[in-house]
């Protein structure tokens, strides 16, 4: 088969290799939607390492919106310290724990516009939640997934929203949210930000930033 040639080309390919690659897995720990959601929070600027080693006591001390809504500020300080940024985040946390519970009946919301409204959610954090914890339709433009895209000649685009924006065009419907997974996967393993391993990489056949590091 010829190298691709266009950018869709080039997404198909990508596509096609990390699922024989890669399986589709989020590496946040967490047993439902609350927990996913505080997690991804807390991931903002932040390892998913660290936050895997943090939010086993945010979720003790907090199961559930009611809990983290009325929790202490500076007791949850402390707890999220280690993530960075731990003041805002700690805010953000009690808002969107009110936020369920005062409009959406302490249930995590599906829908994107709902999404983005709470506390500390943006659009990436949005579509993680969708897509992992609910399997619809969302892919999260992180910074791997915005390097790789790029790098793969898939967009010129630095904003995130326009990266998403024409990746979904050119991925299915119902499969960006694991596209998104595997493409970080492939960018914390193999394509790093400094000195990728494109002698290593499976992609090096038609990824025109190949060997030009």
């Not at 907090?62 to 700690?90: M, W």
């Not at 409009?103 to 990436?124: A, F, I, M, Q, Y």
């Not at 993680?128 to 969302?138: K, Q």
């Amino acid at each position: 088969m010829g190298k691709p040639r266009s950018p869709k080309g080039r997404a198909r390919s990508l596509h096609e290799r990390l699922k024989g690659e890669y399986e589709a897995v989020c590496e946040l720990n967490h047993e439902n939607p609350f927990q996913l959601l505080v997690a991804t929070i807390l991931s903002a600027q932040c390892t998913d390492v660290r936050v895997n080693k943090t939010t086993p006591g945010v979720f003790d001390r907090y199961p559930d919106p009611v809990a983290l809504a009325h929790a202490n500020q500076g007791e949850l300080e402390d707890l999220v310290h280690p993530t960075g940024f731990y003041k805002s985040k700690a805010r953000n946390l009690v808002k969107m724990a009110n936020q369920l519970l005062d409009d959406h009946e302490g249930e995590v919301p599906t829908d994107l516009t709902d999404l983005v409204k709470l506390g500390g959610v943006g659009r990436k954090t949005a579509n993680v939640i969708r897509s992992v914890a609910f399997g619809l339709p969302g892919l999260p433009v992180d910074t791997h997934v915005g390097r790789l895209a790029r790098r793969l000649g898939l967009t010129e685009e630095e904003d995130p929203v326009k990266v998403e924006m024409t990746l979904n065009s050119m991925i299915p419907q119902n499969e960006r949210g694991e596209f998104s997974l595997r493409v970080i996967l492939h960018g914390r393993q193999v394509c790093f930000a400094r000195n990728p391993q494109c002698a290593e990489c499976f992609l090096n056949d038609f990824c025109p930033s190949a060997f030009n590091f």
